[in-house]
Protein backbone atom coordinates (compact mmCIF):
# COMPACT_ATOMS: atom_id res chain seq x y z
CA UNK A 1 0.00 0.00 0.00
CA UNK A 2 2.85 2.31 0.60
CA UNK A 3 4.50 1.38 -2.31
CA UNK A 4 1.43 2.50 -4.38
CA UNK A 5 1.04 5.71 -2.81
CA UNK A 6 4.58 6.52 -2.99
CA UNK A 7 5.04 6.15 -6.72
CA UNK A 8 5.32 9.62 -7.57
CA UNK A 9 8.36 10.53 -5.15
CA UNK A 10 9.83 7.16 -5.38
CA UNK A 11 10.06 7.67 -9.38
CA UNK A 12 11.82 10.73 -9.15
CA UNK A 13 14.71 7.97 -7.94
CA UNK A 14 18.08 9.09 -5.90
CA UNK A 15 19.09 11.45 -8.82
CA UNK A 16 17.64 14.29 -10.36
CA UNK A 17 18.75 16.16 -13.20
CA UNK A 18 18.56 19.55 -13.67
CA UNK A 19 19.27 21.31 -17.13
CA UNK A 20 21.30 24.80 -16.60
CA UNK A 21 19.52 27.00 -18.97
CA UNK A 22 21.99 28.84 -22.09
CA UNK A 23 21.64 32.70 -22.49
CA UNK A 24 20.47 34.15 -26.04
CA UNK A 25 24.11 33.61 -26.84
CA UNK A 26 24.21 29.82 -26.31
CA UNK A 27 26.44 30.92 -23.20
CA UNK A 28 26.80 29.11 -19.99
CA UNK A 29 27.82 30.72 -16.85
CA UNK A 30 31.14 29.71 -14.99
CA UNK A 31 32.71 30.27 -11.98
CA UNK A 32 35.84 30.34 -10.78
CA UNK A 33 35.93 27.58 -7.30
CA UNK A 34 39.30 29.32 -6.17
CA UNK A 35 38.86 31.43 -3.07
CA UNK A 36 41.48 33.56 -4.18
CA UNK A 37 39.88 34.11 -7.93
CA UNK A 38 35.87 33.36 -7.81
CA UNK A 39 35.62 35.36 -11.05
CA UNK A 40 32.75 35.16 -13.78
CA UNK A 41 32.87 33.62 -17.50
CA UNK A 42 31.14 31.84 -20.08
CA UNK A 43 31.10 29.06 -22.29
CA UNK A 44 29.32 27.69 -25.16
CA UNK A 45 28.33 23.74 -24.23
CA UNK A 46 28.72 21.64 -27.20
CA UNK A 47 31.93 24.11 -28.86
CA UNK A 48 35.65 23.06 -27.98
CA UNK A 49 36.82 19.58 -27.06
CA UNK A 50 35.26 16.04 -27.19
CA UNK A 51 35.25 13.51 -24.49
CA UNK A 52 34.12 12.78 -21.29
CA UNK A 53 34.84 13.94 -17.88
CA UNK A 54 36.56 16.93 -18.99
CA UNK A 55 37.84 19.31 -16.68
CA UNK A 56 37.60 22.92 -17.04
CA UNK A 57 40.28 26.07 -16.35
CA UNK A 58 39.31 29.25 -15.23
CA UNK A 59 39.88 31.35 -18.01
CA UNK A 60 41.47 33.94 -15.80
CA UNK A 61 43.80 32.27 -12.81
CA UNK A 62 43.86 28.72 -14.88
CA UNK A 63 42.65 27.03 -11.92
CA UNK A 64 41.71 23.52 -12.65
CA UNK A 65 38.99 21.66 -11.52
CA UNK A 66 35.72 19.35 -12.88
CA UNK A 67 33.23 21.55 -14.51
CA UNK A 68 30.87 20.75 -11.73
CA UNK A 69 32.92 22.76 -9.42
CA UNK A 70 32.92 26.39 -11.73
CA UNK A 71 28.87 25.78 -11.49
CA UNK A 72 27.71 30.06 -9.86
CA UNK A 73 25.64 30.30 -7.07
CA UNK A 74 22.75 31.56 -9.21
CA UNK A 75 22.57 28.27 -11.13
CA UNK A 76 22.78 26.36 -7.64
CA UNK A 77 20.16 28.40 -6.54
CA UNK A 78 17.97 27.65 -9.81
CA UNK A 79 18.56 24.17 -9.32
CA UNK A 80 17.90 23.34 -5.51
CA UNK A 81 14.53 25.26 -6.49
CA UNK A 82 13.75 23.27 -9.29
CA UNK A 83 14.62 19.96 -7.33
CA UNK A 84 12.41 21.33 -4.69
CA UNK A 85 9.27 21.83 -6.97
CA UNK A 86 10.34 18.61 -8.82
CA UNK A 87 10.30 17.01 -5.12
CA UNK A 88 7.38 18.78 -3.61
CA UNK A 89 4.98 18.32 -6.85
CA UNK A 90 5.51 14.62 -6.52
CA UNK A 91 4.45 14.04 -2.85
CA UNK A 92 1.74 16.47 -3.27
CA UNK A 93 0.29 14.07 -6.32
CA UNK A 94 0.83 11.15 -4.29
CA UNK A 95 -1.03 12.58 -1.45
CA UNK A 96 -3.96 13.31 -3.79
CA UNK A 97 -4.19 9.53 -4.63
CA UNK A 98 -4.80 9.35 -0.64
CA UNK A 99 -8.34 11.16 -1.43
CA UNK A 100 -11.31 10.11 -0.36
CA UNK A 101 -14.92 10.75 0.30
CA UNK A 102 -17.68 8.59 2.21
CA UNK A 103 -20.99 9.74 2.07
CA UNK A 104 -22.95 9.51 4.90
CA UNK A 105 -25.90 6.70 4.86
CA UNK A 106 -29.42 6.60 6.56
CA UNK A 107 -30.86 8.88 8.46
CA UNK A 108 -28.22 9.66 10.63
CA UNK A 109 -25.34 8.55 9.15
CA UNK A 110 -22.11 10.37 9.45
CA UNK A 111 -19.63 11.04 6.25
CA UNK A 112 -16.42 11.70 6.26
CA UNK A 113 -13.62 12.87 3.27
CA UNK A 114 -10.29 13.83 2.91
CA UNK A 115 -9.19 16.40 0.38
CA UNK A 116 -5.38 17.83 -0.50
CA UNK A 117 -6.22 21.82 -0.08
CA UNK A 118 -4.71 23.88 -3.29
CA UNK A 119 -1.18 25.60 -2.95
CA UNK A 120 0.91 27.14 -4.70
CA UNK A 121 3.89 25.54 -6.48
CA UNK A 122 7.35 25.74 -5.23
CA UNK A 123 8.97 29.47 -7.29
CA UNK A 124 11.84 28.53 -9.30
CA UNK A 125 14.57 30.77 -8.62
CA UNK A 126 15.28 32.71 -11.98
CA UNK A 127 18.30 34.03 -13.10
CA UNK A 128 20.10 35.42 -16.34
CA UNK A 129 23.83 35.31 -17.83
CA UNK A 130 26.26 38.29 -17.02
CA UNK A 131 26.72 40.57 -20.15
CA UNK A 132 30.60 40.54 -20.39
CA UNK A 133 33.32 42.79 -22.41
CA UNK A 134 35.04 40.21 -25.10
CA UNK A 135 34.14 37.10 -26.88
CA UNK A 136 36.39 34.47 -27.84
CA UNK A 137 37.02 31.18 -30.42
CA UNK A 138 39.87 29.35 -29.53
CA UNK A 139 41.97 29.28 -32.55
CA UNK A 140 43.43 26.08 -31.00
CA UNK A 141 40.30 23.60 -29.91
CA UNK A 142 37.30 26.00 -30.79
CA UNK A 143 35.57 26.75 -27.52
CA UNK A 144 33.30 29.77 -27.51
CA UNK A 145 34.04 31.61 -24.82
CA UNK A 146 33.36 35.18 -22.84
CA UNK A 147 35.17 36.90 -20.71
CA UNK A 148 35.53 40.49 -18.82
CA UNK A 149 38.77 42.24 -20.20
CA UNK A 150 40.57 40.88 -22.84
CA UNK A 151 43.05 38.37 -22.17
CA UNK A 152 42.33 34.66 -21.00
CA UNK A 153 43.24 31.28 -20.85
CA UNK A 154 40.85 29.09 -22.83
CA UNK A 155 38.64 26.90 -20.27
CA UNK A 156 38.84 23.41 -22.55
CA UNK A 157 42.61 23.73 -23.43
CA UNK A 158 43.97 26.32 -21.31
CA UNK A 159 45.78 28.04 -23.87
CA UNK A 160 46.43 31.25 -23.06
CA UNK A 161 44.56 33.90 -25.75
CA UNK A 162 47.19 36.69 -25.85
CA UNK A 163 48.67 35.78 -29.24
CA UNK A 164 45.13 35.43 -30.91
CA UNK A 165 44.25 38.71 -29.08
CA UNK A 166 46.97 40.18 -30.85
CA UNK A 167 46.45 38.46 -34.43
CA UNK A 168 43.51 39.74 -34.39
CA UNK A 169 44.74 43.30 -33.68
CA UNK A 170 47.58 43.39 -36.42
CA UNK A 171 44.99 42.21 -38.61
CA UNK A 172 42.79 45.54 -38.13
CA UNK A 173 46.08 47.54 -38.58
CA UNK A 174 46.72 46.09 -41.62
CA UNK A 175 42.94 46.96 -42.66
CA UNK A 176 43.60 50.77 -41.45
CA UNK A 177 46.79 50.31 -43.55
CA UNK A 178 45.07 49.89 -47.00
CA UNK A 179 42.35 52.07 -45.57
CA UNK A 180 44.77 54.45 -45.82
CA UNK A 181 46.20 53.69 -49.21
CA UNK A 182 43.06 54.78 -50.86
CA UNK A 183 42.54 57.96 -48.56
CA UNK A 184 43.27 61.78 -49.37
CA UNK A 185 46.51 62.38 -48.17
CA UNK A 186 45.69 64.06 -44.77
CA UNK A 187 43.25 61.30 -43.98
CA UNK A 188 45.74 58.66 -44.96
CA UNK A 189 48.69 60.34 -42.95
CA UNK A 190 46.03 60.46 -39.54
CA UNK A 191 45.10 56.82 -40.48
CA UNK A 192 48.84 55.39 -40.72
CA UNK A 193 49.60 57.34 -37.85
CA UNK A 194 46.83 55.61 -35.88
CA UNK A 195 48.05 51.83 -36.93
CA UNK A 196 51.42 52.51 -35.97
CA UNK A 197 50.16 53.48 -32.99
CA UNK A 198 47.72 50.88 -32.27
CA UNK A 199 50.55 48.01 -33.71
CA UNK A 200 52.82 48.95 -31.01
CA UNK A 201 49.96 49.51 -28.45
CA UNK A 202 48.94 45.68 -29.28
CA UNK A 203 52.87 44.47 -28.81
CA UNK A 204 52.66 46.23 -25.64
CA UNK A 205 49.64 44.86 -23.91
CA UNK A 206 50.53 41.56 -25.31
CA UNK A 207 53.83 41.49 -24.01
CA UNK A 208 52.93 42.27 -20.70
CA UNK A 209 50.01 40.09 -20.73
CA UNK A 210 52.50 37.97 -20.91
CA UNK A 211 54.76 38.48 -18.38
CA UNK A 212 52.12 38.74 -15.91
CA UNK A 213 51.07 35.43 -16.56
CA UNK A 214 54.64 33.42 -16.74
CA UNK A 215 56.14 36.06 -14.26
CA UNK A 216 56.48 32.61 -11.98
CA UNK A 217 59.09 31.43 -14.55
CA UNK A 218 61.34 34.63 -14.55
CA UNK A 219 64.12 35.67 -12.01
CA UNK A 220 62.64 38.65 -10.98
CA UNK A 221 58.56 38.26 -10.58
CA UNK A 222 58.42 41.98 -9.40
CA UNK A 223 60.04 43.61 -12.12
CA UNK A 224 58.64 40.82 -14.62
CA UNK A 225 54.76 42.49 -14.22
CA UNK A 226 56.17 45.64 -14.76
CA UNK A 227 57.79 45.53 -17.63
CA UNK A 228 56.29 47.91 -20.58
CA UNK A 229 57.24 47.16 -24.27
CA UNK A 230 57.30 50.48 -25.88
CA UNK A 231 61.05 50.75 -25.48
CA UNK A 232 62.13 47.67 -27.47
CA UNK A 233 65.84 47.94 -26.20
CA UNK A 234 65.01 48.17 -22.75
CA UNK A 235 62.83 45.50 -22.76
CA UNK A 236 64.85 43.19 -25.01
CA UNK A 237 67.78 43.86 -22.01
CA UNK A 238 64.84 42.58 -19.09
CA UNK A 239 63.87 39.50 -20.87
CA UNK A 240 67.17 38.40 -21.44
CA UNK A 241 68.00 39.53 -18.21
CA UNK A 242 64.93 37.82 -15.87
CA UNK A 243 63.44 35.19 -18.66
CA UNK A 244 66.95 34.01 -20.15
CA UNK A 245 65.84 34.37 -24.07
CA UNK A 246 66.23 37.16 -27.11
CA UNK A 247 63.54 38.86 -28.74
CA UNK A 248 65.51 40.23 -31.78
CA UNK A 249 66.90 36.21 -32.33
CA UNK A 250 62.91 35.79 -33.57
CA UNK A 251 63.62 37.67 -36.49
CA UNK A 252 66.36 38.83 -38.87
CA UNK A 253 68.65 41.81 -37.28
CA UNK A 254 67.95 44.17 -40.31
CA UNK A 255 64.53 43.63 -39.35
CA UNK A 256 64.59 44.18 -35.26
CA UNK A 257 67.06 47.11 -36.19
CA UNK A 258 63.65 48.68 -38.79
CA UNK A 259 61.49 47.74 -35.73
CA UNK A 260 63.47 49.83 -33.63
CA UNK A 261 63.05 52.97 -35.56
CA UNK A 262 59.19 52.73 -36.18
CA UNK A 263 58.76 52.45 -32.47
CA UNK A 264 60.35 55.55 -32.06
CA UNK A 265 58.55 57.34 -34.81
CA UNK A 266 55.27 56.15 -33.23
CA UNK A 267 57.36 57.96 -29.80
CA UNK A 268 57.32 61.09 -31.90
CA UNK A 269 53.68 61.00 -32.85
CA UNK A 270 52.49 59.97 -29.39
CA UNK A 271 54.29 62.59 -27.80
CA UNK A 272 55.53 65.25 -30.17
CA UNK A 273 53.09 65.35 -32.45
CA UNK A 274 55.41 63.32 -34.77
CA UNK A 275 58.08 66.26 -35.09
CA UNK A 276 61.84 65.08 -35.37
CA UNK A 277 64.24 65.65 -32.30
CA UNK A 278 67.46 65.16 -31.47
CA UNK A 279 66.86 62.21 -29.08
CA UNK A 280 64.80 60.32 -32.30
CA UNK A 281 68.03 61.28 -34.87
CA UNK A 282 70.56 60.12 -31.68
CA UNK A 283 68.77 56.57 -31.10
CA UNK A 284 67.72 55.53 -34.59
CA UNK A 285 70.82 57.05 -36.53
CA UNK A 286 68.73 57.99 -38.94
CA UNK A 287 68.96 60.84 -41.94
CA UNK A 288 66.46 62.73 -40.31
CA UNK A 289 65.58 66.93 -39.85
CA UNK A 290 65.16 67.66 -36.37
CA UNK A 291 61.98 69.96 -36.30
CA UNK A 292 60.30 68.54 -39.81
CA UNK A 293 57.78 65.75 -39.11
CA UNK A 294 59.17 62.18 -39.56
CA UNK A 295 57.56 60.49 -43.02
CA UNK A 296 55.57 57.72 -42.28
CA UNK A 297 54.31 54.79 -44.96
CA UNK A 298 51.96 53.07 -45.38
CA UNK A 299 54.73 49.71 -46.46
CA UNK A 300 56.65 50.31 -43.73
CA UNK A 301 53.49 49.97 -41.30
CA UNK A 302 52.57 46.76 -42.97
CA UNK A 303 56.03 45.20 -42.61
CA UNK A 304 55.93 46.21 -38.77
CA UNK A 305 52.70 44.55 -37.98
CA UNK A 306 54.40 41.25 -39.91
CA UNK A 307 57.27 41.95 -38.14
CA UNK A 308 55.68 42.30 -34.27
CA UNK A 309 53.79 38.85 -35.42
CA UNK A 310 56.82 37.15 -36.16
CA UNK A 311 58.42 37.95 -32.77
CA UNK A 312 55.25 37.50 -30.98
CA UNK A 313 55.38 34.20 -31.93
CA UNK A 314 58.42 33.40 -31.14
CA UNK A 315 58.02 35.22 -27.74
CA UNK A 316 54.83 32.97 -27.37
CA UNK A 317 56.30 29.77 -27.94
CA UNK A 318 59.37 30.49 -25.68
CA UNK A 319 57.01 29.60 -22.61
CA UNK A 320 55.65 26.04 -24.17
CA UNK A 321 52.97 27.77 -26.40
CA UNK A 322 50.45 29.81 -23.94
CA UNK A 323 50.87 26.25 -21.52
CA UNK A 324 51.41 26.81 -18.08
Known amino acids: MTRFRMKNLRRLGNRISVQMPLDEGGYLGRECPEEDCERYFKIVPGTGLDGEDLPCHCAYCGYTAPHDH ?37 DFGIGISMKLKPGRRVPVHRYREHELETEVDCNNCTLRYAVFGV ?28 LADEAAPEIAEK ?12 FDGFGRE ?10 NEDVATRLSFQNLP ?32 RHLV ?32 DRLADSIGSISHGFFGSFGGGDL
Request: aromatic share 10%; hydrophobic share 40%; glycine share 4%.
Open 234 to 265: NVREKIQEHFGFDLAAFVPQQTWQEVVILFQK
Open 151 to 178: FAFCPDCRQHNSLQILEKNLDLVRRMVA
Open 270 to 301: AHKMGVVDDEYVRRTGADAVVGRKVAITSVEV
Open 70 to 106: FRTQQQLSYARSVVKRKVVDAYRKDLKGLEFDYMPKG
Open 210 to 219: LCRVYAGKAS
Open 191 to 202: LLENALEDCVSA
